[in-house]
C-alpha cells in the first residue's frame, strides 16, 4: 500500500495566518492527489483533487500543489471557520489511503 | 442537491452481522461509482470498498476482504454494506461517499459525502 505521511498532526495558527500542511507519499503518485477538510461531528469535505484543482464552490483562499512524491496545502488567509482537520489521500493505486491528518487549532 | 443518507449502524456483538444502507438522492446514481469509508473514534479515514456504477468492479480494503460485501441497487439508488463476523477494530463510523469521476473503474475523487452512521462491535 502507498503510505501517506502528513509533516504534522497538529498545528496552532491565528486568524489571518498563511497555513501550508505538507503531505509525502511512499512512492510516485503523479498528481493523484486531494484534500478533505473535517469539522468534528462532520463528513470530511473535498477540497482540492488532483493535486491543485479547487472543487466547486470552495474559496480561494484554499490551495494545492506538488506532484510526485511531495504535496503541499496551503490556506492562504485562515478564517475562522477554517479550523478543523486535513486530510491528504492518494488515489493512484490500490487502496486508496489517507494520510494522518493535521489539526489546525487556534493560536 | 446530491444528498446521501447512511442508515443501519448500530451496537452488534462480536462475530456478528449487521448491513448498512445508503439512500441517494439528486443525481444519476447509476453512472456513478460509490465507497465506503470509515472512521474509528478519534481516529483518521480509511477506505473500506468501491463499487462501479454498473457493478462492473468491486475492491475492498484487505482488513474487510472476506467479511463485507458491498452491492447496489440502482432502481432503488441505495448502496449496501453487509458486515459479517465483525471485530471490535471495525468500530467506526461508516460514510457513503460518491466517486467526482463517472464510470471510472477505480476509486478517486470523493465528492459527496454521507452523514456516517456508527457501528459499535463489542463482546
Known amino acids: 500500500d502507498i503510505q501517506m505521511t502528513q509533516s504534522a498532526s497538529s498545528l496552532s495558527a491565528s486568524v489571518g495566518d498563511r497555513v501550508t500542511i505538507t503531505c509525502q507519499a511512499s512512492?510516485?503518485?503523479?498528481?493523484?492527489l486531494n484534500w478533505y477538510q473535517q469539522k468534528p461531528g462532520k463528513a470530511p469535505k473535498l477540497l482540492i483533487y488532483?493535486?491543485?484543482n479547487l472543487e466547486t464552490g470552495v474559496p480561494s483562499r484554499f490551495s494545492g500543489s506538488g506532484s510526485g512524491t511531495d504535496f503541499s496545502f496551503t490556506i492562504s488567509s485562515l478564517q475562522p471557520e477554517d479550523f478543523a482537520e486535513y486530510y491528504c489521500?492518494?488515489?493512484?493505486?490500490?487502496?486508496?489511503?489517507f494520510g494522518g491528518g493535521t489539526k489546525v487549532e487556534m493560536k | 442537491e446530491v444528498k446521501l443518507v447512511e442508515s443501519g449502524g448500530g451496537l452488534v456483538k462480536t462475530g456478528g452481522s449487521l448491513r448498512l444502507s445508503c439512500a441517494a438522492s439528486?443525481?444519476?446514481?447509476?453512472?456513478?461509482?460509490m465507497n465506503w469509508v470509515r472512521q474509528a473514534p478519534g481516529k483518521g479515514l480509511e477506505w473500506v470498498s468501491f463499487?462501479?456504477?454498473?457493478?462492473?468492479?468491486?475492491y475492498y480494503a484487505d482488513s474487510v476482504k472476506g467479511r463485507l460485501t458491498i452491492s447496489r441497487d440502482n432502481a432503488q439508488n441505495s448502496l449496501y454494506l453487509q458486515m459479517n463476523g465483525l471485530r471490535a477494530e471495525d468500530t467506526a463510523v461508516y460514510y457513503c461517499?460518491?466517486?467526482?469521476?463517472?464510470?471510472?473503474?477505480?476509486?478517486?475523487?470523493?465528492?459527496?459525502w454521507g452523514q456516517g452512521t456508527l457501528v459499535t462491535v463489542s463482546s
Open positions: 488532483a493535486a491543485s
Open positions: 439528486g443525481f444519476n446514481f447509476n453512472i456513478y461509482n
Open positions: 463499487i462501479s456504477g454498473g457493478s462492473t468492479y468491486i
Open positions: 512512492q510516485d503518485i503523479g498528481t493523484y
Open positions: 461517499a460518491r466517486d467526482r469521476v463517472e464510470y471510472g473503474g477505480t476509486p478517486s475523487q470523493f465528492d459527496y
Open positions: 489521500q492518494q488515489y493512484d493505486d490500490l487502496p486508496p489511503t
